[in-house]
């Protein structure tokens, strides 16, 4: 993997990351709470941003990075359900609502609310839901999320693997958009806050905290990145692993790091703290992943 993104690449995060800024980030994100952006997704299929997966011309990695920029900003779309996992695992055109679910962790479902078709997790295979109906649930996480009915559905005999993977550098690619966001967030809060007339930024306790919450979201950028360009599952599982215990340690830290207004609603630094304690919930969470990890490994 050469670690320095293309010219294309650059080019298509320049775009995207355009997109994004004119429809999507916080404002966007409070106003819908738990609701699907239509108008995004319309804008991002529009645009090609979530067919990269595939083409010739790009691949997983692209997808990936699309993945990390729409977290990043907020976007209220599965952008990794769409662009990474499902044209993995369909065998036919994908729907532009896709969500996710796992038979062997059930309860509500990220972006379920509105989705066109659920893809089921199911042991070695994969089940393709399409819900008559979804009963919406309120959370904090500013994420829609519902319970549907995953009876039944069109089977895909032994896509089970091949869809743990793509889910897990999703997850690991959406909360490195995350908690970079989170991380920019709280190092201008404390380069703009002052305390005895100095900036809080420029306290060496501070600064310490604030490297080694870089060191995390550096490294499960690149752990993303780096399973969305291999495409083998213990990459997937070793990028989600990593991705899961940063969210836990990261996004805890920059609460602290931002005093008492850290810990208010109107502040926005939860937008991004509390998806990613979403997120680190998904596929069994760490013990799940690092539990693929260990299997795919050593069990041979």
Known sequence: MDYVPSPDQKATLEVVESLLGRQAGPARARELRD?????????????????????PNAGPLDAALVTEAAARALAA??????????????????????????????????????????????GPDVRVVEPAEAERVETGYVLPYARVDLSGGRVLPGAGPRMAAW???????????????????TSEYLAQRTQFNRPLGSLQALQHRLAEA??????????????????????????????????????????????????????????????????RTELGGIGGHAGAVTALRWAG
Request: aromatic content about 8%; glycine content about 6%; overall charge negative.
């Open 77 to 122: 779309v599965h952008v990794g359900a769409r662009a990474l996992v499902a044209p993995q695992v369909l065998d036919g055109p994908v729907p532009p609502r896709i969500a996710l679910a796992d038979a062997a962790n059930p309860g509500p479902i990220r972006f379920g609310t509105d989705a066109d078709v659920v893809l089921v997790l199911d």
């Open 167 to 185: 889910w897990r550098v999703a997850l690991a690619a959406e909360v490195a958009g995350l908690l970079d966001a989170a991380l920019s967030l």
């Open 35 to 55: 609701r699907h952006d239509d108008t995004l997704l319309a804008a991002l299929e529009q645009a090609g941003f979530l067919d990269l997966a595939l083409d």
């Open 214 to 279: 870089y060191v995390w979201v550096e490294g499960v950028r690149w752990s993303a990145r780096s399973a969305a360009w291999h495409g083998d599952a213990e990459s997937a599982a070793t990028a989600a692993t990593y991705a899961t215990m940063a969210a836990r340690e990261v996004a805890v830290d920059m609460h602290q790091l931002s005093g008492a207004i850290g810990f208010t609603e109107e502040y926005d630094l939860h937008l991004w703290t509390m998806r990613a304690q979403a997120l």
